[in-house]
């Protein structure tokens, strides 16, 4: 069914993400209300986490490196539905974690929430480098080292960036 990069405008990936949209746009109003409370917060957040874990669990082959889901290439694992409930789920908890950061008075984390623009621009190159470099093998374990260790060495770009070209950033500062 994958064809590659040959649809318009990538209409087979835009009519999956379509989903995410409409119930995004759906809810958003009753999410928000609901992450306002911390204790909910909290709870929303647990409960995501345990169904991505599931979910993930079930869908992806981590021992073969194309086995991830991916909307881009229409490879949504051996139980399709569960894409859409991981993603859902991925973005319940990432919501309850940036809200509950939010509160959050600590420096460092204030940076990298400026920042993310940064990790994101930086991290599929060092990615690549690192994983180039040492050989690693493509475990869970390993990409979340990896990805903590470019979370690191994009921390000095990131105060860099906000001290001398914090356009970069937004104009945002800590």
């Known amino acids: 069914?994958?064809?590659g990069d040959v649809l318009p405008f990538r209409l087979d990936s835009s009519l999956v993400g379509f989903i995410?949209?409409?119930i995004g746009n759906l809810f958003k109003n009753k999410i928000i209300r609901v992450l306002t409370n911390t204790q909910y917060t909290r709870c929303v957040s647990v409960v995501a986490a345990i169904i991505l874990i599931v979910s993930a669990y079930i869908n992806l082959d981590l021992s073969d490196r194309n086995g991830a889901c991916s909307i881009d290439a229409m490879r949504y694992g051996p139980i399709p539905p569960l894409f859409i409930v991981s993603?859902?789920?991925g973005s319940l908890l990432t919501l309850?974690?940036?809200s509950l950061f939010s509160k959050s008075k600590n420096k460092s984390l204030i940076h990298l929430s400026n920042g993310t623009i940064i990790i994101l621009g930086f991290h599929w190159l060092m990615y690549v480098l690192i994983f180039s470099q040492f050989k690693l093998p493509s475990y869970l374990w390993a990409n979340l080292i990896v990805s903590f260790v470019i979370l690191l060495m994009c921390y000095p770009i990131i105060i860099m960036a906000e001290r001398y070209c914090p356009l970069l950033l937004g104009n945002r500062k800590a």
């Open 20 to 22: 995410f949209f409409t």
């Open 87 to 89: 993603g859902i789920s």
């Open 1 to 3: 069914m994958y064809l």
């Open 96 to 98: 309850g974690l940036c």
